[in-house]
């Protein structure tokens, strides 16, 4: 299909008589600084998901300085203006391209079988090619240890979490978070709201301040704006924790730790393997061990010996040594799920659908 | 499912926050459009009251400069409006629709800088005695000094309106700006006025939510909040009392699905997350009995010709 | 002081000359914008405007204006009709999800039979999925005189969580390990809406617009119906004593204007978009209005209109990434675009006189 595509758009190119400027229409113009394109879903500016992108971009020219160029186009809607988006960028000669949200997967496949010589990076997702990689982050990995702040921490034992879609990405974190607080405090239960938005922080503070009322004085979120936590702060007597970037300016309380996403090792690592003409297409889930997810720093407002367990907790993780989903676990509806010791495999992570036994409520379909 | 988690005073006293900036921005295009003009672009006010309100507040370290500040940009934006279609006398629809563009625009490069700083608090009012009391303590008196100005705005428009001859003035250049011309009122004047009155209102709108109900500031951050204080007028039936009730309608209602969701009431979440909007819709049907009407001049140019 | 002054008839030299006017007065105050965010305002104007059109990659741009747009002037052209009879829609981006949920959801159930007749269904069922969402304000309007505005708008809302609904739910695509969104109709041949002519950018949704365009100018300039919609916009006294139902007339703009916006979603999610996910929605339906008025309601202007809006898009991505202007700049010049046309527009039917006078 994308060859007979590929083939297609040079002939009637051709026929159209559009090449003939005497050179190939397609072709990258090379030049000798290596290019970096990055197609951001968001504006740079929404304080989360893709401000950190963007982060791991500065990271990178900060690195190379002037052997590397880096491109930006913000707030591209998935589909065809991504399509389009990524395609001026690979005339225009970038070299590697990555593509930050999980609804650029198709474009990126379809753009990239007209562009070989372009290397493609798509985050978050699982098709790749000869030049497409696919790279994430394991989050879950960071609420492990979120889960078990909370859990240590909870006095009403009841912990508020606020979830953006029901996707497998954010069932997964709780999950782990589940496991993890029920670990330390067996009494505790987690209330859950589905915010279905990726961003309204108007409805996410809504969503912490009912949780709050409903007696949660833990809030766990999956929605990159501070609204949570400045509710926390103001309800008073809550503890919440950073998402995507590190939000110290609610810390110590109620920022208790944060998890960040930090893209910039990955970032830096690519672009020189491009420079380097050793890039291979492949396919990356990073934790806390390589640094592609960051504790951030767990503040006084944690009892001494629950922040000693937690860093170990994180250490364990980090060294491999411990996965965060190890048996005996079961399913919510009380099958077995992983025998004593056995830890799940990446491609039922991957497309987790189902809640562990204890989480209350379904997942909405 | 544990329905005695939801607590009904918690509940009345979130909703009043949550309907706080909708109900300040309707009420503000509320007289716009009761002197006959339609400004579509309540969201791209808000976001730049949101903008101008957040810079202001964190470069003075003052809330209330912040609101000052809010209320300016509001009707500045507003201003370019009230150009286009008094003077230029250009199609109100698309000039709406715009100055929402415009504004979006426009506060995402005034706040390049801003992100991640956390703005000064705004006190709430902690009368000691009264705020302890059962019940009617925490919905009365437990609120951010701008929920008490929202529901005073909604009076005094309510007032103007009803008992001034400056409100029957407006609301006759709304009914019939020909015959207002006519009996020599500044027709454009009045509606430059009035819909300076509706930017500043949007603005100090947009401004509660990056100050006070999410304090931050992030590029498009009012998400919509605009168009349903839009949708809030014509649901009030240009009345400013229904204003208020309709906010409150529309933030109780969401409020309320956030809260069976946590106390895990097995409704669909997406058709929950609808609700809001279908009950408006229903709503609107029972309320369609009631025959009142548009401002007769809504929407429609005004040139004099003489 | 400055005075208007109304004109006999509308100036037929203003008429053509404004739009051309407002597209130079906005390269000049957009490109002191640009200049002062540090940008050579030259070459942003020129990267904006010149190159999609004739520069070195037009060959890829000039297709990509009509992926862009024909969307928008299909959308536009059936707005334009309601909105000359004063009936408000503005709800057609909740059409235009409804137009592509039913669309694909004809194409996902007959997955993976091969047969003719599926794009041909799809057609109809998107059609009809706009048609039915429209018809919700337009049969309350009529029957409870409910505001249309509103209606049509709250509706968008509704449709965008059962947009979300779908892609998480009954339309996820099974192989897709457990992530949102329906399977890519792109690679399902018997429902995927192919370029007509490869490259060209020319899908059956682009079209659609054409022949919608063709379709507008006819009715409003031979057909009774297209009278009756112009005599009520302009006249809606006159047009009751000729007869006019208005119940019929607002169902009629209505289902037009949803069907038409329902086309476009359902040659969207076959096309260029190719799946259901929750963020399909881009805004066409709300694009789509500032296209109709900038056409001045005209079939041809908003064919015209829509390739100039999809120009300032494809031209700002490229502004975007090779000199690395902020999005938002690319928005607010797409407004002060909008805010000349407008404002250059009164000189169409009125004459600026100078001098003393009474001012209203």
Known sequence: MNLTKRALMTGAAMALGLAASGAPVLAESHSEKTKVGFVYVGPVGDGGWTYEHDQGRKAVEEHFGDAVETVYVENVPEGPDAERVMVQMARDGADLIFTTSFGYMDPTINVASKFPDVKFEHATGYKTADNVSVYSARFYEGRAVQGHIAGSMTESNIIGYIGSYPIPEVIRGINSAYIHAKKVNPDVEFKIVWAFTWFDPAKEADAAKVLIEQGADVILQHTDSTAPLAAAQEAGGIIGFGQASDMSEYAPSPRVSSIIDNWAPYYIARTQAVMDGTWESSNTWDGIGPGMVGIGEITDAVPEDVKTEALALKDSIASGEYHPFTGPLKKQDGSDWLAEGETADDGTLAGMNFFVEGLEGEIPQ | MDLSAINPVLLIASLMVAATAVMI?????????????????????????????????????????????????????????????????????????????????????????????????????????????????????????????????????????????????????????????????????????????????????????????????????????????????????????????????????????????????????????????????????????????????????????? | MIRLEKRREPSQVFAYLTPVLAVLVTMIAGGLMFAALGKDPFVAIKTIFYDPLFGQYASFDRPQLLVKGGPLVLIAIGLSLGFRAGIWNIGAEGQYILGAIFGAGVALAFYPLDAWFIFPLMILAGAFGGFLWAMIPGILKVKFGTNEILVSLMLVYVAEQLLASMSLGLMKNPEGFGFPGSRNLQQYPSAHNAEIIANSGMHWGVAAALIAVIFAYVLLARHQLGYHIRLTGEAPRAAKFAGVSPGRLILVCLGFSGAFAGLAGMFEVSGPAGQVTIDFNTGYGFTAIIVAFLGRLHPVGILLAGLLMALTYIGGEVAQSSLGLPSAAIQMFQGMLLFFLLAMDVLTGYRIRFGQGETA
Request: hydrophobic share 55%; glycine share 12%; proline share 4%.
């Open chain 2, 25 to 306: 921005a309707a009420i503000g295009e509320l007289i716009v459009e009761r002197a006959g003009v339609l400004n579509l672009g309540v969201e791209g006010m808000m976001i730049t009251g949101a903008i101008c309100g957040f810079a202001a507040a964190v470069q003075t370290g003052s809330p209330t400069i912040g609101f000052v500040a809010a209320a300016l940009g509001g009707a500045a934006l507003s201003l370019l409006f009230a150009f286009l279609t008094q003077f230029a006398l250009a199609n109100q629809v698309a000039s709406g629709l715009a100055l929402t563009l415009f504004g979006l625009g426009l506060s995402a490069l005034l706040g390049q800088g801003y992100q991640g700083i956390k703005p000064p608090s705004t006190p709430r009012i902690d009368i000691p005695v009264l705020s302890d009391l059962p019940w009617v303590g925490r919905i009365l008196f437990g609120h951010d000094l701008m929920v008490y100005f929202g529901l005073a705005l909604v009076a005094a428009v309510w007032a103007f309106l009803k008992y001034t001859r400056a409100g029957l003035v407006l609301r006759a250049v709304g009914e019939n700006h020909d015959a207002a011309h006519a009996l020599g009122y500044k027709v454009i004047r009045i509606r430059v006025m009035a819909i300076a009155f509706g930017g500043a209102c949007a603005g100090l709108g947009g401004a509660y939510i990056s100050l006070i109900r999410v304090p931050q500031w992030t590029e498009g951050m009012t998400a919509g909040i605009g168009w349903i204080a839009l949708a809030l007028v014509v649901f009030a039936s240009w009345k400013p009392w229904r204003v208020l009730l309709g906010a409150y309608l529309f933030g109780g209602v969401t409020v309320l699905q956030l809260n069976l969701q946590a106390a895990g009431i097995a409704i669909p979440v997406e058709y929950l997350s609808m609700s809001p909007y279908i009950i408006t819709i229903v709503v609107l049907v029972i309320m369609s009995a009631d025959k009142s009407r548009a401002p007769a001049s809504l929407g429609r140019i005004f040139h004099a010709t003489h």
